[in-house]
């Protein structure tokens, strides 16, 4: 819009030097006071719609930037296409050649627009909505009222309460400090133990260090290098002895836990003491540098940690399998579960109850996963010889096998990627898929670390792949290219199960561990997210729904947990 020149398409007068005061709806120009005459003039005949230009400077940038004229061709639309739903100019047409039946006049589809019925409609949406808005203040403001009238009746009945509470409670209280002081006091004693050793070991090395610098002084060339040898040995001893006590996990952090009794509205006839107080090693992950690739440096690799993940517990139930190996939320809200060495397949309702379950034929089940819909596919992973080498895929609405697909080796941890099943295979070891369709079977790699037991997911081009005797857990793409491994023999100890969130976030079940550990999208840094304190007592499968944000953790024993992340 230029505010200096202003051109009259219809007229094609131009007017130096005069600031633009209107514009010009149908030509799409802006319009001197002389261009504005000319087109009052016109309007009777072209139907030309001029209106101050300070009016039309307060529609918005969505609407202002709507042009007359095609972009392509720099014509002026004279048509519109009903399939492609825009405006076409006379040199588009040869485009939409497909679209010849739904191509109209643009002055016949825009006739009326401010007064149809479109357009009233979206009147009345308005005012429809600033109603509702309306509405619900009010209803939210009502709210705040009842909170507040609840908080004074929930106030009363609390100071009631602990009126009685107090009296009971101040019994109970001196017995618990005493338990408590009790367990603190264990948990320095082995900690000053372990710290006393330190100062043991640090002493001894600390007198090598005037030692070295007397030989190299006054020592002659046999006596350093037979020396050197001999000290070279003590220090080896002392560092078998840090080693020693790392293993018999002497540097792991000694914590006082207090378990508040859940009963505590029952308090006066039933508790009989306020809490439980344990003790509980929580892993730090301590890990001793080689001397010779560190220059003997002990160094203490502390896991990165992020914070942007909790978890809410839903609901905790029975599986209703034993040796629970496998477990998937199906689309439908409802669970499916595998136990390992079972011929059987378990469906839970959303709120864990029983639904049914589906008998295997020929082979016993390890893991499974979806397929789409209602359909899944079961690995069998049991290692004996007269159970049948095979994945069976079923119609959960049928309930039956519509397929068994035999494959070459035992399939361990499976997960579908569109047409292909991808599976640890056992014996020999590595990633395979097998189409389901054709059921023909091929090599991914035969280099990944993996094994029995290991479980496999897949997310945005990338596999994940746990192998609980390594402890690890790896990242690698369709052409087995290694993205990134992740190890740690402490904190996810057996690793098995594993799982992918919608932003690349790695779940992971590890049954030695007892926990559930989450690691970064790069594989740069993990935390644990879940333990003993959550109910897990080797974990061994999880599953992540990304349309719901819930994880289903299963222990092997058949206890299942699922959490709102």
């Known amino acids: 819009m230029a505010s200096n020149i202003s051109i009259c398409g219809i007229c094609d007068l131009r007017h130096l030097s005069s600031p633009s005061t209107h514009w010009c709806q149908d030509c799409d120009e802006a319009l001197c006071s002389e261009c504005k005459e000319h087109h009052t003039l016109l309007k009777a005949t072209r139907g030309h719609t001029t209106i101050p230009i300070d009016d039309y400077k307060q529609l918005p940038t969505f609407i202002t930037n709507i042009k007359q004229y095609c972009d392509i061709h720099n014509e002026k639309y004279q048509n519109y296409c009903q399939k492609h739903e825009c405006p076409i100019c006379y040199k588009c047409i040869q485009d939409h050649v497909k679209c010849a039946e739904t191509i109209l006049p643009l002055e016949t589809v825009i006739e009326h627009s401010k007064t149809s019925q479109i357009f009233q409609d979206l009147n009345q949406c308005v005012s429809d909505l600033q109603s509702n808005i309306t509405q619900m203040r009010t209803a939210r403001e009502d709210n705040l009222v009842k909170v507040a009238d609840q908080c004074k009746s929930a106030v009363k009945e609390i100071r009631e309460f602990r009126i009685k509470l107090n009296r009971h409670l101040d019994a109970v209280e001196k017995g618990l400090i005493i338990k408590l002081q009790d367990a603190v006091n264990k948990c320095c004693l082995q900690i000053k133990e372990v710290i006393k050793s330190l100062n043991e070991v640090e002493s001894e090395i600390s007198k090598f260090e005037n030692l070295i610098q007397s030989i190299k002084q006054h020592a002659s060339e046999l006596q350093v290098y037979l020396a050197t040898r001999e000290i070279e040995k003590q220090l080896s001893d002392k560092e078998t002895r840090l080693t020693s006590m790392m293993e018999n996990k002497h540097f792991d952090d000694l914590y006082v836990c207090l378990d508040l009794d859940t009963k505590i509205r029952n308090i006066l006839s039933d508790v009989k003491v306020f809490g439980t107080v344990t003790m509980e090693t929580v892993p730090t992950n301590y890990k001793l540098t080689n001397t010779k690739s560190r220059q003997a440096q002990i160094i203490t690799a502390a896991v990165k940690s992020f914070d942007d993940i909790t978890l809410n517990q839903v609901h905790k139930f029975d599986s209703g399998s034993i040796n629970v190996t496998g477990c998937i939320i199906l689309p439908d809200g409802r669970m499916a579960f595998t136990g390992y060495g079972q011929k059987q397949l378990s469906i839970r309702n959303a709120d864990g109850s029983p639904d049914f379950q589906i008998p295997l034929k020929e082979s016993t089940a390890f893991d499974l996963t979806l397929v789409k819909d209602a359909i899944v ?53 590595g990633i395979y898929d097998i189409d389901m369709k054709t059921k023909k079977q091929s ?123």
């Open 443 to 565: 090599q991914i790699s035969s280099t990944i670390d993996s094994g029995q037991w290991s479980y496999i997911t897949y997310f945005k081009n990338k596999f994940y792949v746990t192998n609980g005797t390594n402890h690890t857990v790896t990242s690698f793409d369709n052409k087995g290219n290694i993205m990134w491994a992740y190890k740690d023999d402490v904190n996810m100890k057996e690793p098995r199960g594993i799982s992918v969130d919608n932003s690349g976030n790695v779940f992971i079940a590890s049954a030695g561990s007892n926990n559930v550990t989450i690691i970064s999208p790069d594989g740069s840094c993990a935390k644990q997210i879940l333990g003993k304190k959550n109910g897990l007592n080797e974990p061994c499968t999880l599953h992540y729904d990304r349309s719901t944000n819930q994880l289903l953790v299963a222990n092997v024993k058949g206890t299942v947990y699922l959490f709102n992340v």
């Open 377 to 429: 596919a079961v690995s069998c992973g049991f290692y004996y010889d007269f159970y049948k080498k095979c994945i069976q895929i079923i119609d959960l609405n049928s309930r039956e096998i519509t397929k068994i697909i035999d494959t070459t080796n035992r399939a361990y941890g499976i997960v579908c990627v569109d047409e292909l099943l991808v599976f640890i295979g056992c014996t020999p070891n």
